[in-house]
């Protein structure tokens, strides 16, 4: 995993309009462009972040 981090915000507005950003947990940037999640509210949960690829189906689809 790549040490670049990214800090996750969860942003509510309130009713008069003010915003309060709060902090969620944190993204890495994987050395093949993709991200690592970790969320504070999931703690034993990770994701991934990855550019969408088609199917190899909609490849020869669209061929």
Known sequence: MSTKKHTIYVINTSESGKSYWNRA??????KDGSFTLKLDILPQTKF?????QPFANEEAAAE
């Open 25 to 30: 947990g944190v993204a890495f940037l994987n």
């Open 48 to 52: 991934q972040l990855r550019e969408e």
